[in-house]
C-alpha cells in the first residue's frame, strides 16, 4: 500500500480505489482483516476526500447538508435538485438547473456533482456534460459500446488519454 494514490469509489463511499494499479480497495475489510493500520486508512481516506477532482457526488444521494456545501448552489438550485430527485440523466439535472446557474457555473457544478452515465445508453449530449470532454472524446465514448466491464472502458479510452484522466472520467460513468 506504500507510494499508492487513492481516491473514494464514486459510487460507493465505502471503498478506495488503489489508482496506481487500478484496483479496488474496500477499507472496512483490509481495517478489519489489520492489513492496514488506522492511521493509514485515515490520512487516506482524508487525502482522498480533501482533493476536489477525486471526489464526486451524486446528485440522487447527496444529503442536503453535502449540497448546501457547494458554493455554486443558490436556494434555488438546491430546490431544484431536491424536488427532482431522483435524475434519470444527466441531462435531467441539466435541465432542471438551466434556470438557476448559467453554462459556465453548470459546468463547474458537474466537477463537484453529477448524475453518472450509462456507458452503453447514454446520449451524446448527456455524455458532454462531463466537465472537459471534447465531441472527439464523446465519440470514443459512443465508438467502444457496448462495454462488458470498466476495465474495457479503462482500456480503450487509455488509448486516448493518460491514467489520471482516465481515473477522472471513471468517476463520471458506470454499467448500472
Not at 492489513?35 to 480533501?50: D, E, I, Y
Not at 448546501?68 to 435541465?95: Q, W
Request: net charge negative.
Amino acid at each position: 500500500m506504500r507510494n499508492h494514490r487513492f481516491a473514494v469509489h464514486p459510487h460507493r463511499p465505502a471503498v478506495l480505489f488503489d489508482q496506481q494499479r487500478g484496483g479496488i480497495l474496500d477499507w472496512c475489510k483490509l481495517l478489519s482483516a489489520g492489513t492496514v493500520r488506522g492511521g493509514l486508512l485515515v490520512a487516506a481516506l482524508l487525502f482522498a476526500n480533501s482533493a476536489s477532482a477525486d471526489f464526486l457526488l451524486n446528485a440522487n444521494s447527496a444529503s442536503a447538508a453535502e449540497l448546501a456545501a457547494i458554493p455554486l448552489l443558490n436556494e434555488s438550485a438546491l430546490a431544484a435538485i431536491v424536488a427532482g430527485r431522483p435524475f434519470a440523466t444527466i441531462g435531467d439535472l441539466n435541465t432542471a438547473l438551466a434556470d438557476s446557474l448559467g453554462t459556465e457555473e453548470l459546468e463547474t457544478l458537474y466537477g463537484k456533482l453529477f448524475v453518472p452515465i450509462n456507458l452503453n445508453t447514454a446520449s451524446r449530449d448527456d455524455i458532454l456534460l462531463i466537465p472537459g470532454l471534447s465531441r472527439r472524446m464523446a465519440h470514443e465514448f459512443e465508438e467502444y459500446r457496448p462495454y462488458s466491464s470498466m476495465e474495457q472502458f479503462r482500456r480503450e479510452i487509455g488509448k486516448y488519454v493518460d491514467e489520471a484522466e482516465v481515473a477522472r472520467l471513471e468517476m463520471y460513468v458506470t454499467l448500472d
